[in-house]
T-cell receptor, first 112, second 116 residues
Framework: GESVGLHLPTLSVQEGDNSIINCAYS??????FIWYKQESGKGPQFIID?????DKRQGQRVTVLLNKTVKHLSLQIAATQPGDSAVYFC???????????FGKGTMLLVSP | GAVVSQHPSWVICKSGTSVKIECRSL??????MFWYRQFPKQSLMLMAT?????????EQGVEKDKFLINHASLTLSTLTVTSAHPEDSSFYIC????????????FGPGTRLLVL
């Protein structure tokens, strides 16, 4: 299930399940979005990106969905594995700006 | 491809000393590098943006005289925390982006700073 911790929402799933991590972004002018995975004590790792002219993009075991109407982004991970346990951040890039704005992050815990 | 390194990976220093952190893009030229700070269980906070050969742009609330940034080449940026204090203890992460103005940032592994 999903719960809200002191700072970080947490999603707990069983190995083999599909995981869906959600993100509400703030700027309707954002036209580029990225999902990052951050393991404990490490820097964020690029997973997948999507531009605003698309509503779905698939990678290996991951799919990103973009709903611009409600400013919502989701990351779907198929057949979740223990190695997927990490904090996942969405990031948005407003059009005309060079910087990324990061969401608060979701911790994914995968039980064997 | 798109590998970014940071050095050191961790550092412990005494209060009042200065600490330099290096960020390198290993296999691409980084026209822009970014420095972030991250507290435990929190998101990344952008501190500053640096473009090669020009002065860094600092985010609101970040003291430019305390966090000195130099981006002398297309593969190297440095962050110097001057006169560090315990409240500067944090996880500092750099990222680098090549080419286009809006594009993927690739992150370094981070530097853990502990100021005693």
């Amino acid at each position: 299930g999903e719960s809200v911790g002191l700072h970080l929402p947490t999603l707990s799933v069983q190995e083999g399940d599909n995981s869906i991590i959600n993100c509400a972004y703030s700027n309707s002018a954002s036209d580029y979005f990225i999902w990052y995975k951050q393991e404990s004590g490490k820097g964020p790792q690029f997973i997948i990106d999507i531009r605003s002219n698309m509503d779905k993009r698939q990678g290996q075991r991951v799919t990103v969905l973009l709903n611009k109407t409600v400013k919502h982004l989701s990351l779907q991970i198929a057949a979740t594995q223990p190695g997927d346990s990490a904090v996942y951040f969405c990031a948005e890039n407003p059009r005309g700006y060079s910087t990324l704005t990061f969401g608060k992050g979701t911790m994914l815990l995968v039980s064997p | 491809g798109a590998v970014v390194s940071q050095h050191p990976s961790w550092v412990i220093c005494k209060s009042g000393t200065s600490v330099k952190i290096e960020c390198r893009s290993l296999d691409f030229q980084a026209t822009t590098m970014f420095w972030y700070r991250q507290f435990p269980k929190q998101s990344l906070m952008l501190m500053a943006t640096s473009n090669e050969g020009s002065k860094a742009t600092y985010e609101q609330g970040v003291e430019k005289d305390k966090f000195l940034i130099n981006h002398a080449s297309l593969t190297l940026s440095t962050l110097t925390v001057t006169s560090a204090h315990p409240e500067d203890s944090s996880f500092y992460i750099c990222s680098a982006r090549g080419g286009r103005a809006t594009g993927t940032q690739y992150f370094g592994p981070g530097t853990r700073l502990l100021v005693l």
